[in-house]
C-alpha cells in the first residue's frame, strides 16, 4: 500500500515537474539575401504562414508532452513540404539540373544523430536521417547507399526526382549558369556568393522532459557540382545537440564545416560558461564572417532561451515557447 502511494506520489512528482518545465521551439526557413523590396508582400505572408503552420506542428507535440525529437520532425516536414524553401519540395538544383538533398537530426541528451547526403527520391529526407539514426548503426549514409536503405521502409515516401522542381528555383539555376558563362567568358575571377543561392530549413526544440533535439534539412547550394555536399547533414557543422544545447544552421555550408559552427557554439556555452546569444553572435557574427563565409544559425538551450543571429540581410524564421510568446520574422530590423 505503501509503495503505491509512494508510486502515485513520484508520478504526480514527475508530471508537475514536466508541466512546469519551458518547452520551446524555434526553425529557420533558410539565411541569405532576403530584402524587402525583393520580396512582395504575398510571397512574405505565405512564407510566415508556413513558418507558422510549423511552429503549430512541432508545438502541438511539446504542449502534449511529447518528445523533442518528434517536434523537430514535424517541424520541418512541413518545411520540406513548402515550395517556398530550399529543403524537399523546392530544393535548389544542382549543376545537371537535379536535386540532391542533405539532411540531419540529432537529440542532445543522448547524442545520438542521423544523417543522409545527396539523396534523390526521398520526399522528407529528415525522416530517412531519422530512420538512419534510429535504424541503423550508423551515423550518415550517402547517395545510392542511402537510397538503398531508404527502399527498406514502407514509411518512407519515394518521388520522381522532378517532383521537387519549382520555376523560381530553375530560374535560380540559369542565372547561376549564365552568370558563370559570362565570368569564364571574360576571365574574371568566380563571383562572390556571399548570401545568393542559399536557404535551409531547420528547428530546434526543448521538451517538457527537458531534452533538446535539433533538425536540419537543405537542397545545398544551386548549381553545385561534383557531388557537393555542405554543412546541414554533418553532424557539429550544421547542426549538433548536447544536453543543454542545440544548434541548427543555415548559410555558406563550406565556412561552417570549417567552423563547426554548431559544435562550437555549444561548446562555448560548456566550456567557457557564455550564454547562449554571446556563443552564437561570437560564432556568426565573428568567426564565420572572419573567415569569408555567411549565414545564421538558431540557437535553443536547457532553460528555454532563444538565439537567432545571422550576418546576411535576412533570415526566415520562427518561435514559440510555453510561456506563450511567439513570432515569425524575415528582416533584419525584425526582433
Ligand atoms: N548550408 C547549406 C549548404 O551549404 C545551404 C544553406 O543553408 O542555405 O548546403
Redesign the pocket.
Given at each position: 500500500m505503501r509503495l503505491i502511494a509512494l508510486f502515485l506520489l513520484s508520478l504526480a512528482m514527475t508530471t508537475a515537474t514536466a508541466q512546469d518545465k519551458p518547452t520551446a521551439l524555434v526553425i529557420h526557413g533558410?539565411?541569405?539575401v532576403i530584402e524587402r523590396d525583393a520580396l512582395s508582400d504575398a510571397d512574405e505572408a505565405a512564407i510566415r504562414a508556413d513558418l507558422d503552420q510549423a511552429l503549430d506542428a512541432g508545438n502541438a507535440i511539446l504542449a502534449k508532452g511529447g518528445s523533442a525529437l518528434d517536434a523537430v520532425t514535424a517541424a520541418v516536414v512541413v518545411l520540406e513540404e513548402s515550395p517556398r524553401f530550399?529543403a524537399g519540395k523546392g530544393a535548389v538544383f544542382n549543376a545537371q539540373g537535379r536535386h540532391e538533398l542533405?539532411a540531419s537530426i540529432m537529440e542532445g541528451h543522448t547524442r545520438r544523430a542521423g544523417a543522409i547526403a545527396s539523396v534523390r527520391t526521398v520526399r522528407n529526407p529528415i525522416r530517412l536521417a531519422r530512420k538512419v539514426m534510429e535504424q541503423s548503426p550508423h551515423v550518415m549514409l550517402i547517395e545510392d547507399g542511402a537510397e538503398a536503405f531508404a527502399d527498406g521502409f514502407k514509411d518512407i515516401e519515394r518521388v520522381e526526382n522532378g517532383w521537387f522542381d519549382t520555376d523560381n528555383r530553375r530560374e535560380q539555376l540559369e542565372q547561376a549558369q549564365a552568370r558563370e558563362k559570362a565570368e569564364a567568358d571574360a576571365g574574371t575571377p568566380a563571383e562572390d556568393l556571399r548570401g545568393k543561392?542559399?536557404?535551409?530549413v531547420?528547428a530546434v526544440a526543448l521538451d517538457a522532459q527537458g531534452h533538446i533535439a535539433v533538425a536540419?534539412s537543405?537542397?545545398?547550394?544551386t548549381n553545385?557540382k561534383w557531388g557537393?555536399?555542405?554543412?546541414?547533414p554533418i553532424i557539429g557543422a550544421?547542426t549538433y545537440a548536447d544536453a543543454n544545447c542545440g544548434v541548427s544552421?543555415?548559410?555558406?555550408?563550406?565556412y561552417?564545416?570549417r567552423a563547426s559552427v554548431a559544435h562550437d557554439i555549444c561548446a562555448r556555452v560548456a566550456y567557457k560558461g557564455d550564454t547562449l546569444q554571446q556563443a552564437a553572435d561570437e560564432v556568426v557574427m565573428k568567426v564565420v564572417p572572419e573567415l569569408g563565409g555567411d549565414?545564421g544559425v538558431i540557437a535553443l538551450d536547457k532553460d528555454g532561451n532563444i538565439a537567432m543571429p545571422f550576418n546576411t540581410s535576412g533570415m526566415y524564421r520562427g518561435w514559440v515557447k510555453k510561456d506563450g510568446s511567439r513570432g515569425t520574422a524575415v528582416f533584419r530590423d525584425e526582433q
Open positions: 533558410g539565411a541569405g530550399n542533405d543561392y542559399f536557404g535551409t531547420g536540419t537543405t537542397g545545398g547550394m553545385k557537393r555536399v555542405g554543412d546541414s550544421g544552421g543555415t548559410g555558406w555550408g563550406e561552417f564545416i549565414g
